[in-house]
């Protein structure tokens, strides 16, 4: 069986890669070749055009290419995520229509920045999509695009609106938020009580798996969504030390003068007040509807990174 992969060589991308891999034929679609000559991979910008694709049966196609968005990024950076996400779509769809068979089942990787939500807790499904961030629109533009053409060729489609993604070494800003606290630079923030829900970078793949053949749009977490104070003591592995915190009010009039900084040099500050709101507020998501549609059981981020020699 043959399964068609974008995304090869990002975070994610890498770790289905490596399961798909060791169960069927994977092509990947590539910017630049692939880290080891065995692979069958076909170099491609998906940016800049759609690939010849060779007229075969590919059973599975993963979509998990596209730009991410982190704090720091210029509105350049943020406007050409939309433009680029869309296009690396619109590409996929054209080079997959040229096919003569069409494949059985579609996994695109979403995100729960499609729901654009800043707090809330045990967002489902059924949240209407709000997103007005580059990101967040990028996603559900791809979305509708998929969808669209599956139900025109019949294809079975699986949508994963993912949150946070933990593994080791994790890109953008939960990569940057560990990072500073293993150095002891990041303080608790109102007692660190803003909770955020996370999925286990291995437990996604194999979710793919279980569901591919049913399809479905699903929220995918870890069901225990940690706080802010509970994953920096997990990381820094000490149970009995409390990270240290500053008061909220002393956070907010540094996020103002952060707020002015970054205005004034359009550099990015260490604190500002969307930063500040990000890690005060709590925003979960509902697993449920993954749970019940599959024997699938996410493993606990919290243990992951209590348990991680690789911190």
Known sequence: MRILLTGRSGFLGKEIFKYFNSKFEVLSILRNQPPTDSELYLQCDLS????????????????????????????VDKESIYTENVLITQN?????????????????????AVYGREKGIDIDENFSLNASDPYGKSKIVSEELISSWCTKNNVTLTVLRLPLIAGDNPPGNLGDMISAIKKGRFPLIDKGRAKRSMILLTDIP??????????????????????????????????????????????????????????????????????????TTSLTFSNKKALLATNWKPSSVLNYYS???KL
């Not at 075969?56 to 982190?70: L, P, S, T």
């Not at 996929?92 to 729960?112: D, T």
Request: net charge positive; hydrophobic share 40%; aromatic share 10%.
């Open 307 to 309: 348990q991680s020699s």
């Open 48 to 75: 800049q055009q759609y690939p010849k694709l060779i007229d075969d049966h590919f059973k599975i196609v993963i979509h998990a290419a596209g730009k991410a968005h982190f704090f720091g990024q210029s509105t």
């Open 206 to 279: 194999i979710f793919i798996d279980k569901i591919r053949s049913k399809g479905g749009i699903y929220n995918l977490t870890d069901g225990y969504d940690p706080s802010v104070r509970e994953l920096a003591i997990s990381i820094k592995k000490t149970k009995n030390k409390e990270p240290f915190s500053i008061p909220l009010y002393v956070a907010k009039l540094l996020a103002l003068i952060g707020d002015m900084i970054s205005s004034l040099t359009l550099k990015n500050f260490p604190i500002t007040s969307p930063k500040l709101n990000k890690i």
């Open 92 to 112: 996929l769809i054209s080079a997959l229509s040229e096919l003569s068979i069409k494949p059985n089942q579609f996994i695109f990787i979403s995100s729960v």
